[in-house]
């Protein structure tokens, strides 16, 4: 399985990017994707998440209104669209796949066993 994830660069404050992810050799409807994102000096922290089974999603309370993850199942590609940027969204963000669909463990890390690369987003005031 590899996840290659694009999408990430500069933009400003207030200001929208989309993500994507891109899957081969699994899909995004069995289990549980998530996209995730490190700041320098921070710990990895969840960002939202989106359920194989059912489609339901999970969002982090710092993007929550902002933030919208989708998948199409045709291309195996995962999307985070991000609108309303504000500077402390600033991090490498990564997506994730996970062999199981639970709810429950949707913002757990150690739940996925495949990432992605990793895509920096800066936002500047």
């Known amino acids: 399985v590899q996840l290659q994830a694009s999408g990430g660069g500069l933009a400003q404050a207030g200001g929208s990017l989309k993500l994507s992810c891109a899957a081969s050799?699994?899909?995004?409807?069995?289990?549980?994707a998530g996209w995730f994102r490190q700041a320098p000096g921070k710990e990895r922290e969840f960002v939202g998440g989106?359920?194989?089974?059912?489609?339901?999603?999970v969002y982090a309370d710092s993007v929550k209104g902002r933030f919208t993850i989708s998948r199409d199942n045709a291309k195996s590609t995962l999307y985070l669209q991000m609108n309303s940027l504000k500077p402390e969204d600033t991090a490498v963000y990564y997506c994730?796949?996970?062999?199981?669909?639970?709810?429950?463990?949707?913002?757990?890390?150690?739940?996925?066993?495949?990432w992605g690369q990793g895509t920096q987003v800066t936002v500047s005031s």
């Open positions: 994730a796949t996970a062999p199981r669909g639970i709810l429950s463990t949707l913002a757990i890390p150690s739940s996925y066993d495949y």
């Open positions: 050799g699994r899909t995004f409807s069995g289990g549980n």
């Open positions: 989106l359920r194989g089974s059912g489609g339901a999603t």
